[in-house]
């Protein structure tokens, strides 16, 4: 079992930033999928940002102004947002997976909230 505790979020005018954190606890190894999941009311949760094998993708709506990274040695993961917008706001989430033969074993945090005013 692997835990994922977010933190960072909060309110903030538009054009600020923030730095969201990912702190992974219990079974750590290694993880086939890293990434941060936002949803806002009313809509369905999408992908914002995933560290891939051979480099990072983001969603359209957020490349140029978010940025994920990692820190293995502190089994943590951020998400620096900058430039952001109301439309940024949302329940913000942090997800890594682990594919077993057929199986993917998908792990979630509790989300933290982020809140752009305008």
């Known amino acids: 079992q692997v835990q994922l505790v977010e933190s960072g979020g909060g309110l903030v005018q538009a054009g600020g930033s923030l730095t969201l954190s990912c702190a992974a606890s219990?079974?750590?190894?290694?993880?086939?999928?890293q990434d941060w999941y936002r949803q806002a009311p009313g809509k369905q949760r999408e992908l914002v940002a995933a560290?891939?094998?051979?480099?990072?993708k983001y969603a359209d709506s957020v490349k140029g102004r978010f940025s994920i990274s990692r820190d293995s040695a502190k089994y943590t993961m951020y998400l620096q947002m900058n430039s952001l917008k109301p439309e940024d706001t949302a329940m913000y989430y942090c997800?890594?997976?682990?594919?077993?033969?057929?199986?993917?074993?998908?792990?979630w945090g509790q989300g933290t909230q982020v809140t752009v005013s305008s």
């Open positions: 997800h890594v997976s682990r594919v077993r033969g057929r199986t993917t074993y998908d792990y």
């Open positions: 219990g079974t750590i190894g290694s993880f086939d999928a």
């Open positions: 560290i891939l094998s051979g480099g990072t």
